[in-house]
């Protein structure tokens, strides 16, 4: 398994077989290590969650501007040509 760093987005394969991107916010509390969902903004801690996952790559920045602009578009605050 991939040891995670500090402010990293990790591709995490879920028992499901989903694959999810999550930004590695290192240990906490107890040193419970912390994770932030990119797709949900949710935080979390290694203790909390409920179900088998593993690392099964590095993402990129790339994906974190791209979900934000694609949210950006849903939300309307894209721009647009109307005049």
Request: glycine fraction near 12%.
């Amino acid at each position: 398994m991939l040891e995670p760093k500090n402010d990293g987005i990790y591709v995490i394969e879920l028992c499901s077989g989903e694959l999810r991107h999550w930004r590695y916010l290192g240990p906490g509390a107890q040193s419970n290590a912390w994770w932030l969902d990119m797709e949900s903004g949710l935080e979390f801690s290694e203790t909390s969650v409920m179900y088998a996952w593993r690392i099964v790559g590095v993402g990129s920045e790339k994906f974190q501007t791209d979900l934000e602009n694609s949210a950006g578009l849903a939300h309307g605050n894209g721009s647009s040509n109307k005049e």
